[in-house]
Each structure stands twice: as C-alpha cells, then as structure tokens.
C-alpha cells in the first residue's frame, strides 16, 4: 500500500485521547464565540460504530463536528494536509486519517483505517460529496460508506449542515467570529440486512442516492445530479434535479471514499 509506506502507522489509527482533551477546551471557547443549533443529535448512539455522513460546504464543517460530536470521530482527510509541518502532526492527533484522492489503489490504506475505527466500535465521520462545494449545492455522493456500512452492518447517519459557509467561506484562511451554525442529525439508515450483498454497486449506490436525499431534506440545498469538483462552480454548469430516493446506476467498484477538504 503507498499510503502506508509514505506515512507513519500511527497517522491511520484515527481519533486519540488527544481528540478528548482537546473538545472539554475547545467546546466551551466555541460556544461563547458561535451559537449552534443542534437537532436530532440524541440519535446517535452512545456506544458502538456508526457512521456519520454530512453534507460539506466549508472547513469548519469538520472542525463542528469534531467538537460537538458525543465521543471521539474520525474522519478521512486529503493527504495534502500531510505535507505541511502545521497539520500534519495535529490533523491525525484529532482523527484526521490521509488518503490519496487519485483513487484506486492510493485509497486502500485510508478504506483500511476507516473500518479498523469501525470494528473497534467507534464514530466515523465522512462527506459523500468528496469536496467541499464552492457553489452551496449539494452534489451526487461517493459510495464508500454505502460500502462500509453493508460490509460491517453499522448504520448511516445522514446529517445537515447550515450556517459554516458564512463562517468560513470557501479559500478563507480562517473562521471569522460571531454567526449561527444548525447542525440536524436524521435517522438512521439500517444497512445491517444487507451483509449478502456486499459487493452489489447497484446496492451501494441506491443507498448513497437514499443518503443523499436525507441530507438535502436536512440542509435545505439544491441538488446537482453530477459529482463535485473542486472548481466545479467556475468551470462545469451542472443540471439542477431532483434526487430519485432509489436511484440505480452502475458504480465502478474503484469509486473514491468521500473525503474532507
């Protein structure tokens, strides 16, 4: 596997007690500075792996979520941020997991972490889009927790996100002080009785398209049928449509693991 031959071990194990300490200091700094409206956020399980799947509009999605989020999450994270001495030793302190976004085989040793934080029983967390939207739309999903969850039989938690676009905006260096952020976790979506089908790309996609779905009836954006990109907004003009709650569409089984950026 390349990742794990450029990287440490220790950069793919996700969330450390450092994650811990770091939320009982920050969680109360970030109240005083931003209020934040949660709902639903007494669905998700006090113990045992999940699954949660967020829409993705700026950086500081991941970083609300971090800090709000019951216990400890890990998430997957563009390997870019390991080459800056800044992040690269804090991002995986925190849960940051690298992976290689060019696909295929590159991916394998981040798909590999994700389900050792699975089996251990704890939170992941993810963005089906890939890439953070430029744009505001919500765009298709990547199916690599549709694989996750049949494959392990967690559930998904499809969860909205509004509000950290106008805190940190797309190519902002840092969040500015003062706003409002609505964070909506759905219900859950139950792949445990699928475990017969766990390598069925038909089935991975209808459950992102479901997923999908959840998350455009909780964050309230326009969905674009066609993946995201990272200038997606300035250089692609993409259909606007309504999302099929059971779409089936073949998916190429080397298909990209949403990843945060």
Not at 43 to 70: E, K, Q, T
Not at 100 to 126: I, N, Y
Not at 229 to 247: G, L, M, Q
Not at 248 to 254: G, I
């Amino acid at each position: 596997m390349n990742q794990s031959r450029q990287f440490p071990d220790w950069v793919f194990n996700g969330a450390t007690p450092f994650q811990s300490r770091l939320r009982r200091v920050v969680k109360p700094l970030a109240r005083a500075v931003w209020r934040f409206e949660l709902d639903g956020f007494e669905r998700l399980p006090a113990n045992g792996a999940a699954i949660l799947c967020a829409n993705h509009v700026s950086f500081f999605d991941s970083a609300v979520l971090m800090v709000l989020a019951p216990r400890n999450i890990s998430f997957i994270g563009k390997s870019e941020y390991m080459d800056s001495w800044k992040t690269r030793w804090f991002l995986p302190k925190v849960g940051m997991i690298p992976i290689d976004r060019s696909g295929g085989e590159k991916s394998h040793a981040a798909l590999e972490a994700a389900e050792r934080v699975l089996r251990r029983g704890e939170l992941f967390g993810m963005f089906p889009e890939g890439t953070r939207s430029r744009d505001g739309m919500l765009y298709k999903g990547h199916t690599g927790a549709a694989r996750l969850a049949v494959k392990l039989g967690c559930p998904i938690f499809p969860i909205g996100i509004v509000g950290t676009r106008e805190i940190q905006p797309p190519g902002a260096a840092r969040p500015r002080l003062g706003g409002v952020v609505k964070i909506s976790v759905g219900r859950p979506i139950d792949a445990a009785h699928y475990a017969d089908r766990d390598n069925d790309p038909l089935l991975f996609r209808e459950i992102t398209d479901e997923l999908m779905f959840e998350i455009r009836a909780l964050s309230g954006q326009v969905y674009r049928n066609t993946y995201a990109t990272k200038r997606r907004s300035e250089t692609i003009v993409a259909e606007t449509a309504e999302i099929p709650r059971f779409e089936v569409t073949q998916t190429p089984d080397t298909e990209k693991l949403a990843s945060v950026e």
